[in-house]
Each structure stands twice: as C-alpha cells, then as structure tokens.
C-alpha cells in the first residue's frame, strides 16, 4: 500500500494551524496535514513522517524557526524536504537573508494570501517531486557506475589472465622452437653419420666388383645402382643441410641465407636477385635460426603461391634494427592480420609472426593482387 503524502506545519499560534490547516486541505485533499505548535515537536515529525514539505513560522518560543530550518537542513534524513518559511516580518530583508542561509526554500508574509500559499507549497512539493526523482536517478546512478566498476575489475582480472596464458604459450612456443632445432640436429646427425656414412661404404663396396671379371649385363647394373647410390647420397646430404644448415653455424646467417637462394635457385631456375649492406648480422644463434626459418618460409611461399618471374631478397641496417626483405613480382594477394588467416591459408604467415615476437622483432607484409608481396622481417641487433 502507498504511504500517503504529508505536509507538516509548525506554528505556536493554534488559530494560525486551523487556517492553514483549512486551505490546504481544499487544495490538497490526497495529503495528509500535520500540525504541531512546537519547534521539537515538528523535528521530530519531520524525521519520523518524512513529509513532502514543510511550512514553518520563524518566531516560536523554546526554538525559533531559524534554528529548526538550521537543524532540518543539517540533518541528512530530513535536509531534502523544501521548508517555506512564514512571518509576518517576511517582507524584511533581514529576516529573508537569515532564512536563505539556514536552508529556506521560500518566504510568505503574514497576513498571506490564500492563493499565493497554495501556489508557493505547489512549488515546494514541485521541488521536493524533483529532488526526490533526483535522488533516485544518482542512486540508480551510483549502482550503474558500481557495477561498471566491478565490471571492468572482472574484465581486467580476465585480461590480465589472458596476458598470463599468452606469456606461457609464447615461452612455450620458444621452448617448442628450441626443442624443434635441436631435432633437427639430431635428424641431420643421424641421416650424416648414419645412413649417409651406410650409403657410402655400400657404394665404396658396390664400386668394388667392377674391378672383378663380371659380365658386361652386371657390371651395366652395378653402375646404375651406384648411380642411384649416389643421388640418395646426394639427397640425404641437401636434406641434412635443409634440417640443420653447418654454414648457418660456422659461417653466419648472411651465408646461410645466400646457400639456401642459391639452392631455391638451381631447383627452379627462378632467378633470384640478392642485396645487403651488412657485412655480419649479430644476433644470438637462436635468433639467426628462427630468422633463417622464417626467410625459408617466405621463400616456400613464393614458389607455391605467388607464381612469380624474379625474387629480390635484401638485407640494411637502420638504426639498431635489421631489415630483411623478401619481395616478388606475383599476383600477390589481399593482406590482412597474419592472426586472421586459417591454418589452410596461411600457417606459414601466422608462424613468422610468432617466431619474430619471441625474439621482440617484427613481421609486416604489403600486398595487392596482381601486384607481388613484399614481406619484411625486422629483427633487433643483439646487445653488444
């Protein structure tokens, strides 16, 4: 059930709380008239009936009407209830400048008109209406940003549990990377020292009978098998060296990355055009492995996609970065974010991108379709 509406009137004049008591009541019959002849006692009913506003004589005994309006207003349950102050001294500036500074809302003069107080307490209920709504908006207000902030405490606790994770797949990316080289190591080693030295010593053998007096039908297979001998001997040696580079190691990344367009070159007859101002690139090994891999990559991807004519491969130095270019004059594509693209698509592009993050570098690419790619590694000098 709806609480009914008050309006309380304090006043020591009994006379004086019939008569307003008796043109409120014809003007705002839904409210209930509170009277009281006491400053104490219109206190207390102010903050146990809550009114809607509260029409108040300045000049009482015990306590005037200044300090009641001074206590309702410092009051936080009862501050927000318009006061209309009434004295038949209202027309004093004095006691209107008194009354504004202890929290009146409004002045009326005895002997007042009837329709002038109706129209004064219709705009204090008016403004305790708007207060009250008001009230209610910041309180809403109050829970929305509360809420928001707990929102974003969520939200932060989430992204800094992603930020976490990310960090853990990238040093896990880095150790699979490592672990990945030092099985390609192992790979290269065994196809060198065992099947390679096994190739060799059964064609050394098989060589062997041809000084024996065979017929000319064997010695005929026996040549084309240690021919075949041969290729896979050579197979195995360019597969050891695609597995694990020796001139990666002994030499350098600027040599290995030479070797490998040479190889690319003598495959395809693709001409291949390389460039550098750099004499040595200094970067830790497993940086100068990851970025071997990664030029490898772009190399791959170019022969499969880009059915280009010319390759230029080029490597500067600008400030305490390396700047390692692949570009191709092929169809080229429509680039987007290396994050974006499936597995299908491009994995390739993806795992470049991972691979220079782990060693704080960068992977950009411009592209257009009928226009080539160019594809640049940036890749940090290492700290002398």
Known sequence: MQRMKKILVIDDISTNLLLIKSILKSSFPDYDILLTDSGMKGLALAGSEQPETILLDIFMPEIDGYQVCSKLKNDPATRHIPVLMISAYGDNTDVRVKGLNVGADAFISKPFNNSELIALVNVMLRIKQSEDLLRIQNKELKSTVLKLKEAKKVQMKNINKINKYQKRLKALNAALLESEEKERKTIAGFLHDGIGQTLSIANIKLTSLLNKRLSDTIQSEISETSGLINNAIAETRLLTY???????????????????????????????????????????????????????????????????????????????????????????????????????????????????????????????????????????EKNK
Do not use: C
């Open 242 to 380: 695609d597995l694990s580079p020796p001139i990666l190691y002994e030499l350098g990344l600027i040599p290995a990355i030479k070797w490998k367009l040479e190889q690319v070159s003598n495959k395809t007859s693709l001409p291949i055009e390389f460039s550098s101002t750099v004499e040595k690139i200094r970067l830790e090994s497993e940086q100068s492995i990851l970025v071997y891999r990664s030029v490898s990559e772009l190399l791959i991807n170019v022969l499969k996609h880009a059915e280009a004519s010319v390759i230029n491969v080029n490597i500067k130095k600008i400030g305490k970065n390396y700047y390692i270019s692949v570009v191709d004059n092929g169809k080229g594509f429509e680039y987007k974010n290396p994050r974006e693209f499936t597995r299908q698509e491009g994995y390739g592009l993806f795992s470049i991108t991972e691979r220079m993050e782990s060693i704080e570098g960068k992977f950009k690419i411009k592209s257009k379709k009928g226009a080539g790619t160019h594809a640049i590694l940036i890749v940090p």
